[in-house]
């Protein structure tokens, strides 16, 4: 079992930036991938980033190439996500999520761990 915690949301302009973060336990994430998925109030929970815990390698939705990373913490056992020039259209609940394997999955479906969400909302 993994228990995931998020943190770091809130209120933030358009322009600005902001971090996130998930804390991981119940087990070391060698054999994880991690990711981060978002849901917009009315819409499905999509894919953002997903990092590979024990090669480091990284996959980005396309909306947010270039304006987000994903970065991880091995002592801490945390995932990041590092939220530059946020839009408007960024506003969601953020969650961070953890599945088994090597594959980099972006399906909802894919992934057996959830933590509880952080909202973040983007202002002009």
């Known amino acids: 079992q993994v228990q995931l915690e998020e943190s770091g949301g809130g209120l933030v302009q358009a322009g600005d930036s902001l971090r996130l973060s998930c804390a991981a336990s119940?087990?070391?994430?060698?054999?994880?991938?991690m990711a981060w998925f978002r849901q917009a109030p009315g819409k499905e929970r999509e894919f953002v980033a997903s990092l590979r815990w024990s090669s480091g390698y990284i996959f980005y939705a396309d909306s947010v190439k270039g304006r987000f990373t994903i970065s991880r913490d091995n002592a801490k056992n945390t995932v990041y996500l590092q939220m530059n020039s946020p839009k408007l259209e960024d506003t969601a609940v953020y969650y961070c999520a953890a599945r088994r394997g090597s594959y980099v999955l972006t399906k909802e479906s894919d992934f057996e761990y959830w933590g509880q969400g952080t909202q973040v909302t983007v202002s002009s």
């Open positions: 119940g087990r070391t994430l060698d054999t994880f991938i």
